[in-house]
């Protein structure tokens, strides 16, 4: 079955790029849209954006400015890069598969990183 | 931005009870692109139910959706021990595509 593990870096300082990466496995990326969600310690669930296997992106309003998504066909992966960071960008980062089409429910989730923003 | 509203906060039953959580869209959510999710401690959320009421795989028929445009309600039928945990309702209609806050459900 289709499996989402996401990697990285643990620490970021302020002001950096936080850069991750999630593998899929047992599935092909192709012909599915793949998000990101974060949840800070304690609290709800953030939806960042979505990257389809052609490299199509949609960002959510309030992180635009500062994300970038794109995927590797190659190694079944996709990837997220946050910039500028601060501690309010501390939190679970998890990636996760959108069922089917574009609009649609998040059916496979990987276990989640754990970001601290912090010098 | 669609604003996602869920009652209560928190529910507190007992095992073998029924639980009734709502969730309310400060929009319509078109073809009810709705979702509910489970989430343990320290866990991934887990997808209980799309397009309002249609049970993703292995979800026991003791979880049900119901509702359309504003109004939706995830319905445990009689609670198990594994069932206490926190859950989520999110739309999916237009981007962004938020979730609720959650409500919390909790051993009496």
């Known amino acids: 079955q289709v499996q989402l593990q996401e990697s990285g870096p643990g620490l970021v300082k302020p002001s950096e790029t936080l850069s991750l990466t999630c593998t899929v496995s047992?599935?092909?990326?192709?012909?599915?849209?793949w998000s990101w969600i974060r949840q800070p310690a304690g609290k709800g669930l953030e939806w960042i954006g979505r990257?389809?296997?052609?490299?199509?992106?949609n960002y959510s309003p309030s992180l635009q400015s500062r994300v970038t998504m794109s995927v590797d066909t190659s190694k079944n992966q996709f990837s997220l890069k946050l910039n500028s960071v601060t501690a309010a960008d501390t939190a679970v980062y998890f990636c996760?598969?959108?069922?089917?089409?574009?609009?649609?429910?998040?059916?496979?989730w990987g276990q989640g990183t754990m970001v601290t923003v912090s010098s | 931005e669609i604003v996602l509203t869920q009652s209560p906060g928190t529910l507190s039953l007992s095992p073998g009870e029924r639980a009734t959580l709502s969730c309310r869209t400060s929009q319509s959510v078109s073809s009810s692109f709705l979702a509910w999710y489970q989430q343990k401690p320290g866990q991934a959320p887990r997808l209980l139910i799309f397009g309002a009421s249609s049970r993703a795989t292995g979800i026991p028929d003791r979880f049900s959706g119901s509702g359309s445009g504003t109004d939706f309600t995830l319905t445990i039928s009689r609670l198990e021990p594994e069932d206490f945990a926190v859950y989520y309702c999110?739309?999916?209609?237009?981007?962004?595509?938020?979730f609720g806050p959650g409500t919390k459900v909790d051993i009496k």
């Open positions: 999110q739309h999916y209609g237009t981007s962004p595509f938020t």
């Open positions: 990257i389809f296997a052609t490299g199509s992106t």
């Open positions: 047992g599935g092909s990326i192709s012909s599915y849209y």
């Open positions: 996760a598969r959108v069922r089917l089409g574009g609009f649609d429910a998040f059916d496979i």
